[in-house]
């Protein structure tokens, strides 16, 4: 390593001293402007709460407009919605998913109404609407197809477009997904509806808690997603999914989970250097929410500790359930 100035000519503490030094040198800061609100969305009232995610709710509608203006208010520039639908609506060929009357457009076309400016970010994927649990069409053994699931998930993206959506986020690691969504949506003139891909999604244990609050999880049993969702083995192949999900027109790129994948997330932007997100997954909320309510870690510096990683890492912005906390946290 080539040492710049040694001790005791260089002393690093020099600059550590005083708070007003600290603040001039600081490399990363976190802002209410870098945080993403994922909430959960209910076809019909009342809200409830999410047991495994403390302070979390599935919101009704009327909910959902309340947290819109909280995020207007704290300077959250977008919510991305998580749809809960009961089991009746749930089939095997997720055609629920692009039914324009329901809860996603719905949900979708109230916030852009109430809240212009708000950014809404719906996911396009079908486990909310799967009979199965899985993020796709399912052949007699239970193998997620791809370009069947595809043509769905078109679909699904339209509707959203359709009532409003700013950005649709494909969270289903389907191959070829994003090129074939941009070219539909483009066709049907929605060419300004951007496009978040979740590139390097990994089949983490971490989701555990969103599949609690959306029912996925009771549906899978004991199936997984390790035939689309990466390894968590793997940091060469993101780079990779990165790659494809950039040529076929993805405005942003996710990495998924947060905290267990900094590395991706630096090596993304790095190598790339587009719009690169990040999002702190439920099972991470979980822990340090429960680690905050036995008294064993202080919240709110762990918190923003955690999400400050984030962006030392390169992310430029955060999905995550602390999104409105924090924002509250850094006002103050
Ligand atoms: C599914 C989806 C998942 C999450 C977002 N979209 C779960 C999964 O892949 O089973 C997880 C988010 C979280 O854990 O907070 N399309």
Not at 291 to 300: D, F, R, T, Y
Request: glycine fraction near 8%; charged fraction near 25%.
């Amino acid at each position: 390593m080539t040492v710049y100035g040694r001790f005791p000519a260089f002393r690093a503490r020099r600059l550590r001293r005083e708070a007003f030094s600290r603040a001039l040198v600081q490399e990363n800061r976190l802002h209410p402007s870098d945080l993403i609100y994922p909430v959960f969305v209910l076809e019909e009232g009342p809200s409830v709460d999410i047991p495994s995610m403390p302070g979390q709710r599935r919101l009704d509608l009327e909910d959902l407009c309340r947290v819109g203006e909280r995020c207007m208010v704290l300077g959250v520039p977008a919510l991305a919605l998580f749809p809960v639908v009961p089991d009746r609506k749930r089939s095997e060929d997720a055609s629920e998913a692009f039914n324009p009357d329901g809860i996603a457009p719905k949900a979708v076309a109230r916030l852009k109404a109430e809240f212009p400016r708000l950014g809404v970010i719906t996911d396009v994927a079908l486990d909310p609407y799967t009979s199965h649990g899985q993020d796709g069409l399912i052949d007699e053994n239970g193998y997620v197809l791809n370009e069947e699931t595809i043509a769905v998930l078109k679909q699904q993206a339209l509707t959203h477009a359709q009532a409003g959506a700013d950005i649709v986020a494909p969270s289903d690691m389907m191959d070829g997904r994003v090129g074939c969504i941009r070219s539909y949506l483009d066709e049907k003139g929605h060419k300004l509806t951007s496009i978040l891909a979740y590139s390097a999604k990994y089949a983490s244990a971490f989701y555990g808690p969103f599949r609690d609050a959306v029912g996925s999880g009771a549906k899978l049993g004991k199936s997984d997603k390790s035939t689309y969702q990466m390894d968590p083995a793997n940091a060469d192949e993101a780079l990779t999914e990165v790659a494809l999900d950039l040529d076929e027109g993805a405005d942003m790129v996710m990495v998924k989970p947060g905290l267990p994948y900094l590395d991706i997330v630096r090596a993304v932007k790095r190598r790339f250097g587009r719009p690169t997100l990040v999002y702190h997954v439920s099972g991470e909320y979980a822990m340090l929410k429960a680690a905050a309510q036995n008294g064993w870690i202080e919240e709110k510096p762990c918190v923003l500790e955690a999400l400050l990683s984030c962006k030392r890492a390169g992310a430029d912005a955060i999905l995550t359930y602390y999104a409105l906390e924090a924002a509250e946290w850094l006002q103050s």
